[in-house]
């Protein structure tokens, strides 16, 4: 077991041990299910293991954090700070009333308890997009954590927890359940949970969204995305191959905001490609934990196993392999960063594989790339590379990119918290984070008040 080697000491200091119970609910550490092993990608070795939770550690624990939503109401660390400053500004409007002696005015309520369920490549952050913003919204939070990440979701819960005990307040604000499908599908189901927010890919996602309306709750979905990079003829060559090395190749390709279609103008392609074929070969691919190493592991065997498939679909529908392409032999989950060119038309571009997979295309006009760009089901992030004003404009207007993300000389993913994180399409449609992503945690009233003594009706109704 790797928890005892070197360089894991940080685990204890977290509070995390050989053995942990996986379920944090009413103020207190349990969990009834299986034991289940968190392994280290690099190597594959046991890091620790994980007792999951059960639909009655499930059940328990949504029951005292709805009792707890009736008695009251540097991301994660950032979010945090974001939140509680927003806390002074949950405003509702003040309206104008057509009739005398009345006012109208918006109020915002906490919706009781909101459901969050994670994926594996960045369970803290969306974590933090979501609970931060509910918190103080006067909601209660009932995370599930990805099924491969529970010392995540319990370090992360931990945390929760002695900031809770250290201020005095009840344990089932905030409860966390460790464990697989049947502890997300309790989620979905519950009439109890008013919003649940779900990340991960749009096919689950879909089934989730479908669930959560048939008992007419709401859903908050951060699904699947399918990214492009268009570099001009007029674009910043070298800011361009940076980002689009960081974009693509960063975290191995398992950002929903990664950069997956580079889009380049006809009279700058064999440069850039060039180029970024010859940054490529540089990367340096290892331990993440080891300074120096850019290109860290897929998060499974079944991650590598995806990506060998993909190759396969990749070459039968014409795509050319530039550089990369094979998994790389070791005990890890390791695979080379990956540059293919290939038809914007192939059915293996409008899909998103989880994987440092970048689909190179050629175009000849600025209106053929937004074609390109808006051409597959998803719409996340995007980005264009240009120093025109007219183009940058139209980029972002509503004759460009139809993603919820629309980037101007910057790569695809790094998004700030300031500003509403989400996407179109089967990318859900769903906003976190900044803006007024906060509406969506609350439900409005509209208020109006007589503080007259007549009764003057709307539309100038006349009722005896």
Sequence with gaps: ??????????????????????????????????????????????????????????????QACFDAAKMWMQEII???????????????LIIPSERPNHMMLEMWNPLGVVGVITAFNF???VLGWNACIALVCGNCVVWKGAPTTPLVTIAMTKLVAGVLEKNNLPGSIFTSLCGGAEIGQAIAKDTRIPLVSFTGSSKVGLMVQQTVNARYGKCLLELSGNNAIIVMDDADIQLAVRSVVFAAVGTAGQRCTTCRRLLLHESIYQKVLDHL?????????????????????????????NFEKGM??????????????????????????????????????????FAPVLYVMKFQTFKEAIEINNSVPQGLSSSIFTRRPDVIFK???PQGSDCGIVNVNIPTNGAEIGG?????????????????SWKQYMRRSTCTINHGSELPLAQGINFG
């Design 78 to 92: 950032d979010m945090c700070d974001f939140a509680v400053g927003l806390s002074r500004q949950l405003n509702g």
């Design 395 to 397: 980029w972002i207007g």
């Design 123 to 125: 369970p803290c952050a």
């Design 1 to 62: 077991m790797s928890f005892a080697k070197k360089g894991y000491e940080f685990l204890k200091e977290i509070g995390l041990g050989p053995r942990n119970l996986g379920c944090y609910v009413n103020g207190a550490w349990k969990a009834r299910g299986p034991v289940v092993a968190t392994l280290n990608p690099a190597d594959n070795q046991v890091i620790a293991e994980v007792v999951e939770g059960s639909l009655e550690d499930y059940e328990e624990g949504m």
């Design 420 to 436: 509403a994180f989400g996407g179109e399409k089967a990318t859900g449609g769903g906003r976190e984070a900044g803006s007024d």
């Design 277 to 305: 074929v010859d940054v490529y070969k540089q990367v340096k691919i290892g331990n993440p934990l080891e300074k120096g190493n850019l290109l860290g592991p897929l998060h499974t065997a079944s991650s590598r196993e």
């Design 312 to 353: 396969e679909i990749i070459k039968s529908q014409g795509g050319k392999i530039l550089t990369g392409g094979s998994v790389i032999e070791s005990e890890g989950n390791f695979v080379q960063p990956t540059i293919v060119e290939i038809s914007p038309k192939a059915d293996v571009v409008k899909e998103e594989l």
